[in-house]
């Protein structure tokens, strides 16, 4: 059964990257652009699931962890997409709510599993920070998402920190470093450089 579920999750996630590449190299808005992204988001949610469902049945926590985190920026980024009222709905303010709790987890387990596993516990800190983070900031919104350009870079930062999640997870499995947090966390440094770069773009125009 682990077996089948693995191959859903390759071949959805397989979708996902195709989607995100498309998304990422056609005009931001354009047609090709918003069917990317919709192929990005249905992909990744499928993946998702299949992933989710692996890691209970293999009781991987840091797996399971890492994939809530992957799905907040995915589910966000595509909220910011479609939500052009700015309205933030109650599902949003749940969801927000329930991943700082998430991200706080990931600290606490982060710590308990340090003296077992060092890399790992550093990963799971580094990302639960950034997921109680994504939360706080959201719940700070209220009621409402930014509008006009302010929405765009927002979509753009979480949509790209979500790519970034995806591309993680094709490189841990394919390269292997020492440590192994390097695999992890070097994706997120240089995606970071370019989602600053592309937002301060935006910003400009």
Not at 57 to 77: E, P, Q, R
Not at 119 to 139: E, H, K, N, Q, R
Not at 147 to 153: F, Q, T, V
Request: with cysteine; aromatic share 12%.
């Amino acid at each position: 059964m682990t077996t089948v579920i693995i191959g859903i999750h390759i071949v959805f996630g397989s979708i996902a990257v195709l989607g995100m590449l498309t998304a990422l190299l056609t005009k931001k808005g354009g047609l090709w652009h918003r069917r990317g992204g919709k192929a990005y988001v249905s992909g990744m949610a499928v993946a998702l699931i299949a992933s989710a469902i692996v890691s209970v049945l293999t009781k991987n926590l840091f797996l399971f962890f890492i994939g809530l985190f992957s799905a907040y920026l995915v589910y966000t980024g595509w909220r910011l997409a479609v939500a052009k009222d700015g309205v933030r709905s109650t599902t949003d303010k749940w969801i927000a709510n329930s991943i700082i709790i998430v991200g706080i987890l990931m600290g606490v387990y982060s710590i308990v599993t340090y003296s077992t596993d060092s890399s790992m516990a550093i990963t799971l800190a580094v990302f639960g920070l950034f997921t109680a983070c994504f939360g706080y900031f959201d719940f700070r919104r209220g009621d409402h998402w930014p509008k006009g350009k302010e929405r765009i870079i927002l979509h753009l930062v979480r949509m790209g920190g979500a790519s970034i999640a995806t591309v993680t997870a094709v490189f841990v499995v394919n390269v292997q470093t020492e440590p192994a947090f390097i695999a992890w966390l070097l994706p997120t440094v240089i995606g970071s450089g370019l989602i600053g770069h592309w937002t301060k773009r935006v910003k400009n125009q």
